[in-house]
């Protein structure tokens, strides 16, 4: 009630402050969707309803199947030099068709270190993988999807239950104020009627 009147306060203040230009009234179906738009309570009843159904769906998708890929490709602008003798880098390079090293530098020793380029690592490589998981039996996930489906319609019972108090909180108080309202008029017309007849009884003493 306390968060009501504030509304329906500044509801009549607005009304007020235009009625000056032009006579507005509001009905209560008017009223009651005004508050149920402005309320702080079920605007955040409703939220939390939409999230209760995105929890449920959340749940939900971990039974899901589960793909997951990854994919690299690395590139070596410049290799590292690799150090062996001539004989060794000769073996590491292979032979041509004609069956001649491919690698040779005339004037070197089978014995003389030699600094080439490293055979154990590629210039540029590229790794590429996928996975594709599915949850077959899981008592603790069959469990948690009753519990977020309970949230999510306890959420929605919340959420209406919140939203009658707002509409019963805005009935009292309209129908309040038109009491209210009847009682002034009551209460102005009670006076003219004591005016007229003071007005009536003074004439009759001067008389």
Avoid: W
């Amino acid at each position: 009630m306390k968060h009501i009147l504030p509304l329906l306060l500044i509801l009549f203040l607005s009304v007020g402050a235009f009625a000056q230009e032009t006579a507005q009234s509001f009905t209560l179906e008017q009223c009651i969707e005004y508050a149920l738009k402005n309320s702080i309570n079920a605007q955040n009843a409703t939220i939390d309803e939409y999230i209760a159904a995105a929890r449920v769906k959340e749940t939900v998708g971990l039974g899901l199947p589960q793909i997951s890929g990854s994919a690299s490709v690395v590139h070596n602008q410049k290799l590292s030099r690799f150090f062996s003798t001539y004989a060794t880098a000769q073996g590491f390079a292979g032979k041509d068709a004609n069956g001649n090293p491919n690698l040779d530098v005339p004037g070197l020793k089978s014995t003389d270190i030699l600094a080439s380029q490293n055979f154990f690592q590629l210039k540029s490589s590229g790794n590429a993988s996928l996975s594709i998981n599915q949850l077959i039996f899981n008592g603790s996930y069959l469990v948690g999807l009753q519990a977020a489906s309970t949230y999510k319609d306890l959420a929605a019972k919340t959420s209406d239950q919140t939203k009658e108090q707002v509409i019963q909180q805005v009935t009292k108080a309209y129908y309040g104020v038109l009491i209210n309202k009847e009682r002034t008029e009551l209460f102005t017309n009670n006076i003219a009627r004591l005016d007229t007849l003071l007005h009536n009884t003074k004439a009759l003493n001067q008389n």
